[in-house]
């Protein structure tokens, strides 16, 4: 492919809606991490959590903004949308490879083990997380791919 060969519109777009997201991204995060997750911390009355995974090929901590639709006690419900991409989003494919995560929520950093929701899980969770966020019906609309939910468990204490 040549140097100046057009862009494919649909790779256009997802480099566009990546860096967008990525830039306001990198905003909230830093006001949340000043604050220590006590500034910027709802999102549509969802609570937002700074969940930090450990990159599955660079192994280097991998830092993003989430909000959490669903919260059991101490349990925490992610939504792997990607705003209704048809790829799954970088933190899932980490939280995959590497369930070890750490969360900052409300000014505590806590550590978690993070696990993919099961068919019955999720059909259980599914309506409690579009009745906290209507979008999330809309973007598993728009893609071809079954948007998975990640259960993050508090890690065990070690002995």
């Known amino acids: 492919m040549s140097r100046n060969a057009p862009m494919d519109p649909t790779a256009w777009a ?14 909230h995060e830093a006001a949340f991490r000043a604050s220590n997750g006590l500034l910027f911390n709802r999102l549509g009355g969802m609570p937002v959590v700074m969940l930090t995974t450990t990159g599955r090929r660079s192994g280097r901590p991998r830092t993003t903004m989430l909000t959490a639709p669903v919260r059991d006690g101490e349990r925490l419900v992610l ?21 070890q995560v750490e969360v900052l929520m409300d000014g505590r950093a806590r550590r978690m083990r993070a696990r993919v929701a099961s068919a019955e899980e999720k059909a259980a969770l599914w309506p409690r997380v579009t009745a906290a ?24 204490p070690s002995s």
């Open 133 to 156: 966020a209507w979008n999330y019906a809309q973007y598993q609309q728009q893609t071809t791919r079954d948007i998975p939910l990640v259960i993050l468990e508090p890690e065990p």
């Open 14 to 27: 997802n480099a566009w809606k990546d860096a967008a997201a990525r830039f306001w991204t990198s905003l």
């Open 79 to 99: 939504v792997a949308s990607y705003g209704g991409d048809d790829r799954h989003p970088a933190w899932f494919l980490n939280v995959r490879a590497h369930p």
